[in-house]
């Protein structure tokens, strides 16, 4: 399970049976993680938009490995992320 904090600055992961945190991703600029989106979830990612970019955080070493100056709806087809977004 992901939650983002209310400050929108952090992802966490998080175990839904014990309801502890087991590890988080942290924003370092002004970004802000969008909420209203949902994020896309792989079997070895998370992707997900902020106001300014679209990130892929690995789930095991939780290190960014994907980083876009685009923004949107979200999917996955055919091994490859879309974004929809708006000029």
């Given at each position: 399970?992901?939650?983002?904090?209310?400050?929108?600055?952090?992802?966490?992961?998080?175990?839904?049976?014990?309801?502890?945190?087991?590890?988080?991703?942290?924003?370092?600029?002004?970004?802000?993680?969008?909420?209203?989106?949902?994020?896309?979830?792989?079997?070895?990612?998370?992707?997900?938009?902020?106001?300014?970019?679209?990130?892929?955080v690995s789930l095991t070493t939780h290190q960014?490995?994907?980083?876009?100056?685009?923004?949107?709806?979200?999917?996955?087809?055919?091994?490859?992320l879309f974004i929809r977004y708006y000029n």
């Open positions: 399970t992901y939650s983002v904090s209310r400050d929108a600055k952090t992802l966490n992961a998080i175990d839904a049976k014990a309801g502890v945190i087991l590890w988080t991703w942290q924003l370092t600029d002004d970004d802000a993680i969008v909420t209203t989106k949902p994020p896309v979830v792989t079997k070895d990612a998370i992707f997900f938009p902020s106001t300014h970019n679209t990130y892929g960014t490995i994907f980083e876009v100056a685009k923004t949107g709806w979200l999917s996955i087809g055919d091994n490859k």
